[in-house]
């Protein structure tokens, strides 16, 4: 079945005992058990309930993965899967992540002991020579956040084979309906259902999907041990969400490719990133990678953080707020706000600037949009 059939479909059948074609939230902690050591398949909520299950299985189908897990956060999935590491272990990471991803390895996997090592992603062979004996997993994001830059997932999945190590790929911009790291030799998943696959902004939540069984059981293990489950109501959201997905991303993709091609020729834009343009460095891998360049765009603009204020303070429909991945359109300012939490000097050296903002494209009408950036530029 395709990607769309299965979105709706996987894990999904119509209620048995009623016939509801809508997936019921079973808003229950326990349930009652036939004899002693005899039940159902499930137990206790946090340990599993029918409707994350549910969720479980749709995540698995759409990443083309065989295992899927639901957790209460984004970075409660993160969590789950470094908390596979031991002391003395190490990490390799690429160096353009997600801003709570650099600090949970920074402030909390750290004090663990387990160290991570930060790569320069434009230098894809450092990916090797970051390699150490005791070097137990690589982590990265592609397209990277704020910058969009693309890494090579092939490539580095061939390098953490050759030394054993196991591969994670955080999916959250691209989402699984233009990217399927698994396909391209990821081990694990890690993906924030908070944006794109909720896809409405009324939800926080994670998800991990393997093709391997034997980080899946062990995964499963940790998801239970520690607990950073995602509530039924949560559960159910994300399942809807994932329902539209296909139609949702085609519609931020054509807006975000309007209107980066928009801003490209804008005099007040010094700089784009956008994945779908010709201009973007790596045009030619994000087209052989993705199925489709997603629906966001960061910019610098002339003039520095003055113009970046006034710009801010001009746009209507775009909404000054975190997150991404919602119907609605966003604007952050990463340097105050997504990457806020990095030392200035460490941000800088990342090419984070004080005038770069990042939109997060929704799905409004693309000639809205454009009035609405043309008219936020126009003025000064
Ligand atoms: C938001 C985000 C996370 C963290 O997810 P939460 O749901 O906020 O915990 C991780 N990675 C990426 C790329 C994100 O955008």
Same mark, same amino acid.
């Given at each position: 079945m395709e990607f769309e059939t299965r979105a709706i479909h996987e894990g999904q #059948? /119509?209620?048995?005992?009623?016939?509801?074609?809508i997936v019921p939230i079973?808003?229950?902690?326990t349930y009652q058990q036939?004899?002693?050591?005899?039940?159902?398949?499930?137990?206790y909520s946090r340990t599993g309930n029918p409707t994350r299950t549910a969720l479980e299985e749709a995540l698995a189908s759409i990443e083309n993965g065989q295992f899927g897990l639901a957790f209460a956060s984004g970075l409660a999935a993160t969590t789950t899967v470094l908390s596979m590491l031991k002391s003395g272990d190490h990490i390799v990471a690429g160096d353009d992540l997600y801003g709570g991803t650099y600090r949970l390895l920074e402030r909390?996997?750290?004090?663990?002991g387990v160290n991570t090592t930060y790569v320069d992603?434009?230098?894809?062979?450092d990916f090797e020579t970051a390699? #150490? /004996?005791?070097?137990k997993l690589i982590w990265i994001e592609t397209p990277?956040?704020?910058?969009l830059k693309i890494i090579d997932i092939a490539v580095v999945a061939n390098i953490a084979h050759k030394n054993n190590i196991i591969l994670v790929v955080d999916n959250t911009f691209a989402s699984p309906y233009f990217q399927k790291p698994l396909d391209l030799g990821a081990d694990i998943v890690v993906h924030s259902t908070t944006k794109y696959l909720g896809g409405h902004s009324d939800i926080i939540g994670g998800a991990v999907i393997t093709s391997n069984e034997q980080l899946y059981t062990e995964l499963k293990f940790y998801q239970n041990a520690i607990g950073a489950v995602p509530s039924p109501f949560d559960s159910w959201l994300v399942l809807r969400g994932i329902k539209t997905l296909a139609v949702r991303m085609r519609e931020h993709e054509k807006n975000a490719l309007f209107l980066a091609k928009f801003l490209e020729k804008h005099?007040?834009?010094?700089r784009i990133y956008y994945?779908?343009?010709?201009?973007?460095?790596?045009h030619q891998l994000a087209k052989e990678q993705m199925s489709g360049f997603g629906g966001m765009i960061s910019l610098e603009l002339k003039g520095g953080f003055a113009e970046v204020e006034k710009f801010a303070s001009r746009?209507?429909?775009?909404?000054?707020?975190?997150?991404?991945?919602?119907v609605e359109s966003l604007l952050c300012y990463?340097?105050?706000?997504?990457?806020?939490?990095?030392?200035e000097a460490e941000r800088l050296k990342r090419g984070?600037?004080?005038n770069l903002v990042r939109l997060s494209v929704g799905i409004e009408h693309l000639l809205d949009l454009q009035a609405d950036l043309e008219n936020a530029l126009s003025s000064s």
């Open positions: #059948q /119509p209620d048995p005992q009623t016939g509801a074609v079973y808003l229950t902690s036939d004899a002693i050591g005899k039940h159902k398949g499930y137990e909390v996997v750290k004090n663990w992603i434009d230098h894809i062979a390699i #150490q /004996p005791n070097t990277t956040n704020p910058l005099p007040k834009v010094e994945p779908g343009l010709l201009s973007h460095e790596q746009l209507k429909l775009f909404l000054l707020a975190e997150s991404l991945g919602g990463p340097a105050k706000m997504t990457h806020g939490s990095l030392p984070i600037n004080d």
